[in-house]
């Protein structure tokens, strides 16, 4: 997975990131804020759950075009289910990428 920031501060940062075939994001939350996902090429799937709850996951399959929001204490991975690169932007704090990134299974 390859991640590059493209603009932002401290308080709130865009970057892309290139998933490649056959591989994920690994399973993680966030304690604050939330995170824009927007799906620029490829297709995939999202598993999402609330941290510390006991209700099931939700998957949806993502594809080119879509967007959507991962709320804090919401546990997620990323799966690149396609046959090509997945390539998304994603903007959220830049602790979600330091101090505020807290892994999941």
């Excluded at 099931?56 to 289910?81: D, M, R, W, Y």
Aim: aromatic fraction near 6%; glycine fraction near 6%; hydrophobic fraction near 35%.
């Amino acid at each position: 997975i390859r991640i590059a920031k493209l603009t932002g501060d401290e308080s709130f940062s865009t970057f892309i990131t290139i998933v490649d075939v056959g591989k994920h994001v690994n399973p993680h939350y966030h304690k604050h804020g939330i995170e824009h996902y927007h799906i620029i090429e490829g297709t995939g799937k999202i598993t999402l759950k609330q941290a510390n709850l006991e209700e099931p996951e939700s998957i949806q399959c993502v594809k080119a075009g879509q967007s959507f929001v991962v709320n804090e204490n919401t546990i997620h991975k990323l799966t690149n289910t396609g046959n090509t690169r997945l390539v998304l932007m994603f903007s959220c704090p830049i602790t979600h990428l330091e101090t505020d990134r807290f892994i999941a299974k």
